[in-house]
C-alpha cells in the first residue's frame, strides 16, 4: 500500500565503503527525485529522473551515482563514503513537477 | 537566486493557542509554494500547493495563504497531535524540475 518506499531505513557503514539505497514508487508518476536532508533538517535536491531519463543534476560529488532501471525505482549508489555523507536521503515522485511525495527516508551514519 | 526563508525556527504554543507560520521567498516567475509537514523519522507529508498571490488553501486546522512575497500557514486552536515541523518550498520557472525549501519550522504544541 506504501506510495513511496525506501530500503534500508539505516545504513551505518565505514568511510570509504560504497552503499547503495533503493526507491520505489506505485503512483505511477513519471518523476523521482534523491533528496538528502542534513542535521538541520535542509532539504536540498540532488538528482531527478524524467522517466529513466537524467534532467537534475545538481552539484554533488561524482561518488554519488543515481539509476533508474524503470520509472518506478530510482536507486542511489555512493561510493567511497566520507564523514560529511552522514545525513537522511529522501526519495520522492511526482506526475507533473510540484505535488511530490516523499518516502520514510534512509537514514546513513558515516563511522 | 531562488530563496526561501521561514520563520519562527521553532514555535511553542499551548493547546487552543492560534498562530502562524511565515514563509518568505524570493523566486523568478512564482510557479507554485508548497507546504509539507514532516513528523520526526518520516518523510514529509504533503499538505497544500498555492500558485498565486491571493490564493487560501484549508485543511482541518490550517489555513494557507498567499501573497507575492511570502506565504501564512496559519493554526487554529492547535492540537498536541500537529506538533511537526512545517516545511515550505517554492518552484520557480528558471529551476526546471525542482523545489526549493526552507529550512522549516518546528512547531511543538503542549497540552
Given at each position: 500500500d506504501?506510495?513511496?518506499?525506501?530500503?534500508?531505513?539505516?545504513?551505518?557503514?565505514?568511510?570509504?565503503?560504497?552503499?547503495?539505497?533503493?526507491?520505489?514508487?506505485?503512483?505511477?508518476?513519471?518523476?523521482?527525485?534523491?533528496?538528502?536532508?542534513?542535521?538541520?533538517?535542509?532539504?536540498?535536491?540532488?538528482?531527478?529522473?524524467?522517466?529513466?531519463?537524467?534532467?537534475?543534476?545538481?552539484?554533488?560529488?561524482?561518488?554519488?551515482?543515481?539509476?533508474?532501471?524503470?520509472?518506478?525505482?530510482?536507486?542511489?549508489?555512493?561510493?567511497?563514503?566520507?564523514?560529511?555523507?552522514?545525513?537522511?536521503?529522501?526519495?520522492?515522485?511526482?506526475?507533473?513537477?510540484?505535488?511530490?511525495?516523499?518516502?520514510?527516508?534512509?537514514?546513513?551514519?558515516?563511522? | 537566486?531562488?530563496?526561501?526563508?521561514?520563520?519562527?525556527?521553532?514555535?511553542?504554543?499551548?493547546?487552543?493557542?492560534?498562530s502562524s507560520?511565515?514563509?518568505?521567498?524570493?523566486?523568478?516567475?512564482?510557479?507554485g509554494?508548497?507546504?509539507?509537514?514532516?513528523?520526526?523519522?518520516?518523510?514529509?507529508?504533503?499538505?497544500?500547493?498555492?500558485?498565486?498571490?491571493?490564493?487560501?488553501?484549508?485543511?482541518?486546522?490550517?489555513?494557507?495563504?498567499?501573497?507575492?512575497k511570502?506565504?501564512?500557514?496559519?493554526?487554529?486552536?492547535?492540537?498536541?497531535?500537529?506538533?511537526?515541523?512545517?516545511?515550505?518550498?517554492?518552484?520557480?520557472?528558471?529551476?526546471?524540475?525542482?523545489?526549493?525549501?526552507?529550512?522549516?519550522?518546528?512547531?511543538?504544541?503542549?497540552?
Amino acid at each position: 500500500d506504501t506510495a513511496v518506499s525506501q530500503t534500508p531505513k539505516y545504513l551505518v557503514t565505514q568511510m570509504g565503503n560504497d552503499k547503495s539505497i533503493k526507491c520505489e514508487q506505485n503512483l505511477g508518476h513519471d518523476t523521482m527525485y534523491w533528496y538528502k536532508q542534513d542535521s538541520k533538517k535542509f532539504l536540498k535536491i540532488m538528482f531527478s529522473y524524467n522517466n529513466k531519463e537524467l534532467i537534475i543534476n545538481e552539484t554533488v560529488p561524482n561518488r554519488f551515482s543515481p539509476k533508474s532501471p524503470d520509472k518506478a525505482h530510482l536507486n542511489l549508489h555512493i561510493n567511497s563514503l566520507e564523514l560529511g555523507d552522514s545525513a537522511v536521503y529522501f526519495c520522492a515522485s511526482s506526475q507533473v513537477v510540484d505535488t511530490q511525495y516523499f518516502g520514510p527516508g534512509t537514514r546513513l551514519t558515516v563511522l | 537566486e531562488d530563496q526561501v526563508t521561514q520563520s519562527p525556527e521553532a514555535l511553542r504554543l499551548q493547546e487552543g493557542e492560534s498562530s502562524s507560520l511565515n514563509c518568505s521567498y524570493t523566486v523568478s516567475g512564482l510557479r507554485g509554494l508548497f507546504w509539507y509537514r514532516q513528523d520526526p523519522g518520516k518523510g514529509p507529508e504533503f499538505l497544500f500547493t498555492l500558485y498565486s498571490a491571493g490564493e487560501e488553501k484549508e485543511k482541518e486546522r490550517l489555513k494557507a495563504t498567499l501573497t507575492k512575497k511570502e506565504s501564512f500557514l496559519h493554526i487554529t486552536a492547535p492540537k498536541p497531535e500537529d506538533s511537526a515541523t512545517y516545511l515550505c518550498a517554492v518552484y520557480g520557472s528558471s529551476n526546471t524540475g525542482k523545489l526549493i525549501f526552507g529550512q522549516g519550522t518546528t512547531l511543538q504544541v503542549k497540552p
